[in-house]
């Protein structure tokens, strides 16, 4: 598999064929790439499949699920969220690639390869012979982040890494803080309206739901914090009776070596977050809080301070606080996969 093709039908068709060796599985957008399956049996025991897509949503998460459960009869279902399905419910009018795939929706499988195939032929056969690099996935679905490592390996600028990888993506949301977010209360309904219907579907299939939120770069946090995103966040944890947030305030998110780009973080942080839902100590305890209906309220309380002070320091410097890559907040730095 390769995430430059087809993702979702490949990922469906691995399902298809070989559901059954798994007890589990995670679904995600593609931060839950870098989760490793191996790192998740730490919590349960269980064997998972990481099944992450990219610009994940919850149309799709529902069908993903759905199709699973029908499919591979597994004990548990992991649900990752990456907050940015606050900004778009679902994603096929991005492309081709991002739609339901036949062998879940039941269309022509046929008829699917012949419109790939033949809607733009240089790109076809371009995939067909595989003329450009290639970063396959992992067997059981992680995500390959080779050539985001080799990029830090060569680069370890705080200026530099951030400018070149960062800035672009960042640039937009800050603003924000100053002219507030949008109201996304009916991307917040679509979104809360289809986490219902895959606990329903989970509880009526006897499969365990866990959800909880990947951790977020603070560039790319303070473009969803207000009134929606805080709502929607209350919302989930009233339906799930608690969650793991990673999208909080904590040195971890301040450190741009700690993530890939500013929508995706690195496997280091994948682990750390596995680590602490499996009850371990870290030595980072404020990364991560683990929310309930009772302390729902002071959070958001702390993330409105929080996001208060990062305003007030945007005024006055016209960026974001960053920490540099000898910070000990850099948890990467000496990452196995920088050796590679």
């Not at 199709?67 to 992991?78: C, Q």
């Not at 370890?156 to 937009?172: G, I, N, R």
């Not at 991560?288 to 945007?314: F, H, V, W």
Request: negative net charge; contains cysteine.
């Amino acid at each position: 598999m390769d995430e430059e093709d087809y993702l979702r039908e490949q990922k469906a068709e691995h399902i298809k064929y070989h559901g059954d060796e798994y007890d589990a599985f995670l679904v995600g957008g593609s931060k839950a790439g870098a989760i490793h399956s191996d790192k998740l049996s730490e919590i349960d025991g269980y064997k998972y499949y990481n099944c992450w897509l990219l610009s994940g949503n919850f149309e799709d998460y529902y069908n993903y699920c759905k199709y699973i459960i029908h499919t591979a009869h597994p004990k548990k279902i992991l649900l990752h969220i990456s907050t940015s399905e606050i900004a778009q419910f679902d994603r096929e009018a991005k492309g081709d690639i991002y739609e339901i795939p036949a062998v879940m929706s039941g269309n022509s499988k046929v008829a699917e390869v012949t419109k790939f195939l033949f809607k733009n032929l240089s790109v076809s056969w371009d995939t067909i012979t595989k003329k450009e690099d290639s970063y396959p996935i992992e067997k059981t679905g992680e995500r390959n982040l080779t050539k985001y490592y080799a990029y830090y390996r060569d680069h370890k600028d705080t200026t530099t890494y951030y400018d070149y990888l960062m800035k672009a993506q960042v640039d937009p949301y800050l603003p924000r803080l100053i002219n507030g977010t949008k109201d996304k209360t009916d991307l917040v309904n679509s979104n809360i309206s289809y986490l219902k219907k895959i606990k329903q579907l989970c509880d009526k299939n006897k499969v365990e739901l866990n959800v909880f939120l990947g951790s977020l770069f603070i560039g790319e946090m303070v473009g969803y914090e207000g009134n929606s995103f805080y709502n929607w966040l209350t919302q989930m944890v009233e339906i799930t009776g608690g969650l793991w947030c990673f999208n909080n305030y904590n040195d971890l998110v301040y450190n741009p070596f700690n993530y890939y780009n500013a929508r995706h973080y690195y496997y280091e942080m994948g682990d750390l977050m596995i680590d602490r839902m499996s009850g371990k100590q870290t030595g980072h305890d404020d990364f991560g809080i683990y929310l309930t209906p009772d302390n729902i309220a002071s959070e958001i309380a702390t993330r409105r301070a929080k996001t208060d002070e990062i305003r007030e320091y945007y005024k006055k410097t016209g960026t974001i606080p960053l920490r540099d890559y000898d910070d000990i907040s850099n948890i990467t730095r000496d990452s196995r996969y920088l050796n590679n």
